[in-house]
Nanobody
Framework: QVQLVESGGGSVQAGASLTLSCVASGETFTNYALGWFRQAPGKERQFVAS????????DYIDSVKGRFTISRDNAQNTIYLQMNSLKPEDTAVYHCGAVRRFGTSNPSRSSVTYDYWGQGTRVTVSS
């Protein structure tokens, strides 16, 4: 079992920055690739970014490339999502997910791939 707890959300103006954190506990952190997903009201959960077990591999949806950066600190059992130049369309509840991996490739972008989820942290961006 892995427990995930997100933090760092808030309400900001367009163009601002936020950094989300997700702390993991339970099983060995480095056995898992991790990802960030978001869910806007009335919409399905959407992949945002993922990072491989060894941090070498990252993957982003096109709409956040160049604005968001995913990273992980294996010593702190934590992943981060640095979000810059936020836009109103980034408004959503952001969830981190963990998927056990035996290699170092990035996981699929599908949410059904992931084994564990956090409760989410809300990000609201106003224009």
């Amino acid at each position: 079992q892995v427990q995930l707890v997100e933090s760092g959300g808030g309400s900001v103006q367009a163009g601002a920055s936020l950094t989300l954190s997700c702390v993991a506990s339970g099983e060995t952190f480095t056995n898992y690739a991790l990802g960030w997903f978001r869910q806007a009201p009335g919409k399905e959960r959407q992949f945002v970014a993922s990072i491989s077990r060894d941090s070498v591999g990252t993957d982003y949806i096109d709409s956040v490339k160049g604005r968001f950066t995913i990273s992980r600190d294996n010593a702190q059992n934590t992943i981060y999502l640095q979000m810059n130049s936020l836009k109103p369309e980034d408004t959503a509840v952001y969830h981190c997910g963990a998927v056990r991996r035996f290699g170092t490739s990035n996981p699929s972008r599908s949410s059904v791939t992931y084994d564990y989820w956090g409760q989410g942290t809300r990000v609201t961006v106003s224009s």
